[in-house]
Each structure stands twice: as structure tokens, then as C-alpha cells.
């Protein structure tokens, strides 16, 4: 399987080829002829984002992989970067998104770190609003709305940073939030269970949501297989991209002086649990939590606006239209 790569290109996403194979999400029950899912990941420099979503696809699709001569800088405001492709397995094609957020809690002063992102998702729910509300709009609606945002928790074995609380406070009302421990390994198991159990009552003691929510659960199996997940949040995971044999067979793992830590091992860490969500179980629930959840909530809002503002459902539909017709003006 390959990749082609181009540069970025802002925070606009590029395509960057098709990549096949039955290993990348042959765990979805796939009905319908295509589909996007679009991951965001949030994390400071050197946690392993662009490892663990390479080794979540099991190929290179984050940004530093796919951009040549690529070269790590620090970033003195947040920019989102996000690069798109095109993953095939038995003739179905999910238009996979990655959307990276460097520079987020790299500054000494990081107040206000995440309107940026913030201001992304609301622009994503809003194109989708505005195609809606085009007099002729397509058949199917481009999908740019983020349907996850994997939180990168530093492994400090403390508490939740003040910059994790308001972060994830800010954003649990907008977006599906699943929080992580990376580079878990860095931890012993008793401090790992330690440190899960301090987040959880960090996310509890300050109303934080994260997916899933307890209110979303539609029935008695569904509340027991979420209690499950729930009782592991957040996944200790490791990233790695580097193949070892163990037993005579290939693993993906870390090698250290002590033995290999095998990643899809779950006795290891909890990498497997978190692909299983993500790709698995929860693909298709975490797109329709952002469509009638997260953006229903955020429409209502703009469409209260509008009828506030006297403008109305008729007025967008008209200002949509005559952008519309000025640029194809303008291209005449």
C-alpha cells in the first residue's frame, strides 16, 4: 500500500492518495457507497499524535508523515493543518481526514490556546449549514465536521492541568472528546491505574464531557458495552510504527532493554481499545452523535440568530444564493 503526498496547504485539506488494504477498517459494518470521517488531534509537541494516528491506520496519514522534508517548529499561535485520503477496502472508499493542531500548549502563556479550534469546528457546522440551506443543494453534503477529537494527556502520573480542564470544558459541548494517556509506557501499571482514576475524577469534579455520555445511550446493551469503555477512559496508549518479532510472529511495539511492549497488546496498553472505538463499535455513532447532537445544537443556535436578527431561514437561503450567483458572475 502507498501513499502520494503533496504539501499542506493551510488549514484546507488535501487529498493524498488512496491507500488499500482489508487491515484499515475492515471492522465497520460499511452499508453505504462512501462515506468521510474527519479525527482531530489535540495534544502539545512530543506527546506522538502523528505515531499513534499512523499506527491507528496502520499507514502514514498524519501530517509529519505526509509532508516531504517535513521539519518540526514550534508554533507561536495555533494552526490547524489537515490532510484528507482516500481509503479503500472492497470497493467502499472512506475519505479519511486528519486535522493536527501544533502549537496548542506549547507557549509559556496559553491562555485562550483553544479559540482557534473552537472557531474551526463552527466553521466546519456551519458550511454544512449553509449547503443545507442552498435553494438546489446536492445530493450529499460534504462532510468537513470534525466527528473526533483525540485529547493527548501528558503521562505525569498527577492531576488534570488547568489547561486540560478548560480545554475539554470548552469543547465537550461541541465536539466528541476522547481523551488519552500517551506515551502510556513511560508509566508503571499501578501508577497508570492511579492516574486514570485522578482524570476521571478531574472529569467528573468539573463537569466534563466526554464520549460517550451516559444521556446518549439509547438502550440497556448499549449502557452496559459504554460503561465498559467508560471504566477505561482515558485509554493509556502507546504509538509506534516499527514492526519486532515476538513468538516468531510481527507486532507492532517499542523495543526497550526490559522486552518489547507490544501495542495491540492489551494486556500491554490500551491501543486496541481505542482503534476498536474509533474504527470499530463507535464509527457510525460518533458520526451521528456530531450530526444530531453537536450540530443540531449548533443550528438551532444559528437559526434562533437569524430570526432574532429578523433575517430568517429565507434570508440565509437568499444570502447563500447570491454569493452563489456573484461568483458565478464573476467567472463569466
Known amino acids: 500500500m502507498g501513499v502520494l503526498t503533496t504539501e499542506e496547504q493551510g488549514n484546507r485539506p488535501n487529498t493524498q492518495g488512496i491507500i488499500k488494504g482489508s487491515d484499515l477498517f475492515g471492522y465497520v459494518g460499511i452499508e453505504a457507497a ?3 470521517f474527519n479525527i482531530m488531534v489535540v495534544g502539545q509537541s512530543g506527546l506522538g499524535k502523528s505515531t499513534l494516528v499512523n499506527t491507528l491506520f496502520k499507514s502514514k496519514v498524519s501530517r509529519k508523515s505526509c509532508t516531504p522534508n517535513y521539519e518540526e517548529k514550534i508554533s507561536k499561535t495555533v494552526h490547524l493543518q489537515s490532510v484528507s485520503h482516500i481509503i ?20 509559556i ?3 485562550n490556546c483553544w479559540e482557534p479550534i473552537v472557531k474551526y469546528i463552527n466553521e466546519q457546522y456551519e458550511k454544512y449549514l449553509k449547503e443545507e440551506l442552498h435553494v438546489n443543494r446536492k445530493r450529499r453534503i460534504p462532510d468537513t465536521r470534525v466527528h473526533c477529537c483525540v485529547y493527548f494527556l501528558p503521562a505525569t502520573g498527577h492531576w488534570l492541568r ?20 500517551a506515551k502510556a509506557d513511560t508509566l508503571t501499571m499501578e501508577e497508570r491505574l492511579e492516574f486514570k482514576q485522578r482524570i476521571r475524577q478531574g472529569l467528573q469534579a468539573n463537569g466534563i464531557r466526554v464520549y460517550p ?13 459504554n460503561d465498559r469503555i467508560r471504566e477505561s477512559i482515558p485509554f493509556a496508549v502507546v504509538g509506534t510504527d516499527k514492526e519486532h518479532q515476538v513468538n516468531g510472529n510481527k507486532v507492532l511495539g517499542r523495543k526497550t532493554k526490559w522486552g518489547i511492549i507490544e501495542v495491540e ?9 481505542l482503534r476498536d472505538l474509533l474504527i470499530r463499535s463507535h464509527l457510525q455513532d460518533l458520526k451521528d452523535v456530531t450530526h444530531n447532537i453537536h450540530y443540531e445544537t449548533y443550528r438551532v443556535r444559528r437559526l434562533n440568530e437569524s430570526n432574532a436578527n429578523g433575517l430568517g431561514l429565507s434570508a440565509l437561503s437568499l444570502e447563500n444564493g447570491t454569493a452563489e450567483k456573484s461568483e458565478a458572475e464573476s467567472q463569466l
Open 109 to 111: 502563556n496559553n491562555e
Open 213 to 225: 455520555q451516559k444521556e446518549y445511550d439509547e438502550d440497556a446493551e448499549e449502557r452496559i458495552l
Open 88 to 107: 479503500e477496502e472492497k470497493g467502499v472508499k472512506m475519505r479519511l481526514t486528519v486535522i493536527d493542531t501544533p502549537g496548542f500548549g506549547d507557549q
Open 162 to 181: 488547568p489547561i486540560d480542564v478548560e480545554f475539554m470544558k470548552r469543547l465537550g459541548n461541541i465536539v466528541s472528546i476522547v481523551p488519552v494517556i
Open 265 to 273: 497488546n492489551v494486556a500491554h496498553c490500551e491501543f486496541a481499545h
Open 34 to 36: 462512501g462515506f468521510e
